[in-house]
């Protein structure tokens, strides 16, 4: 008799090998835990410590449906303040347009060609 240090060893349901990336076909996926910025109505907010699949090339992360239904949950939650782990201060910024280049050259058109 031999003692199955794996709890988990009786189904063996997990693929080892994870699909490659659907978003730029070429990188492999990892899984790893992120956390990701929503925006709720008015209210912005963080999730951290989501189980996710990370692309090693784009970055893509892709949610399993456990995971996108928790998010939803949350969601529906309506992410209740007295929930929150801690709360962060976010600055904001208006977005500034590029300027075209050269905005500040001003010849002043002398007509002095050197010869
Ligand atoms: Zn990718």
Known sequence: ??????????TAA????????TSCGKG???????RTALWHGRRLVVVEDIPA??????GERFYDDDT????DRMRG?????????HHLE?????????????????GDGGGNAPE
């Open 28 to 34: 492999r996926l990892a899984r790893d835990r992120v």
């Open 90 to 106: 976010v600055p904001v910024f208006a977005f500034e347009p590029a300027r075209g280049p050269g905005g500040s050259a001003t």
């Open 14 to 21: 997990a693929p080892q090998e994870l699909p490659p990336c």
């Open 68 to 71: 996108a239904l928790a998010l």
């Open 77 to 85: 939650a309506g992410f209740p303040p007295q929930r929150a782990l």
């Open 1 to 10: 008799m031999r003692w199955s240090a794996d709890p988990a060893s009786g």
């Open 53 to 58: 699949l990370v692309c090693d090339r784009c």
